[in-house]
């Protein structure tokens, strides 16, 4: 099991950037497929990005693609989400999520085991 915890959201303007960070306890998150997905008011819980357990493959969604970095460091256990020329349409609520898995990124979020508690992204105009 794991536990993730999510932190670096905030209100930035529109074309700013965020850098998000999520924190996982255990000593096996090398083996985890990590996630991030986004849920904004009244809407339901979308795929943000991907990446794998070794970070050789990421994927992501068109609606952020050359705009946010998915990346990770297994020696710190931590995953993160950079956010780079933000749009209001980002404004979500950002969760982290974790499946074990050691073959390729997993995009559904229905596919992944664990959720961290979120963190607050608003991008005003």
């Known amino acids: 099991q794991v536990q993730l915890v999510e932190s670096g959201g905030g209100l930035v303007q529109a074309g700013s950037s965020l850098t998000l960070s999520c924190a996982a306890s255990?000593?096996?998150?090398?083996?985890?497929?990590m996630g991030w997905c986004r849920q904004a008011p009244g809407k339901e819980r979308e795929f943000v990005a991907a990446?794998?357990?070794?970070?050789?493959?990421?994927y992501y969604a068109d609606s952020v693609k050359g705009r946010f970095t998915i990346s990770r460091d297994n020696a710190k256990n931590t995953v993160y989400l950079q956010m780079n020329s933000l749009k209001p349409g980002d404004t979500a609520f950002y969760y982290c999520a974790a499946v074990r898995s050691l073959g390729t990124v997993v995009a559904a979020p229905t596919k992944y085991d664990y959720w961290g508690q979120g963190t607050q992204v608003t991008v005003s105009s």
């Open positions: 255990g000593r096996t998150f090398s083996t985890y497929a």
């Open positions: 990446i794998s357990w070794s970070g050789g493959s990421t």
